[in-house]
């Protein structure tokens, strides 16, 4: 009974560590993932984190894709990027 009960506990302890290992071995490679991609979603083209090309409808600012330009700034619709507004104007 004892051996039995030995073994038992010894299955249990390899078969939690296979998993543990598993799970690390997972998130190393999510961590890598991520650290490789860091353009947004609607990033089409993104080559060494930095985005080159956005999807339609989106505006290109800072390797960033945005819907919207922000506050000094004014949506070019021929190149789809966010530039400095000139003066008070939009």
Same mark, same amino acid.
């Given at each position: 009974m004892k051996y039995y009960l030995l073994s038992f506990l010894l !299955?249990?302890?390899y078969v939690h560590h296979a998993?543990?290992?598993n799970n690390i071995f997972l998130n190393k490679n999510y961590i890598k993932?991520?650290?490789i991609d860091k353009c947004d979603n609607e990033c !089409?083209?993104?080559?060494n984190s930095i985005c080159k090309k956005?999807?339609?409808g989106f505006y290109s600012l800072k390797n960033k894709c945005l819907k919207i330009c922000p506050d000094?700034? !004014?949506a070019d619709n021929f190149s789809f990027e966010c530039k400095h507004s000139l003066g008070r104007y939009k």
């Open positions: !299955i249990i302890i998993y543990s290992l993932k991520i650290e !089409i083209q993104c080559e956005c999807q339609r000094n700034f !004014i």
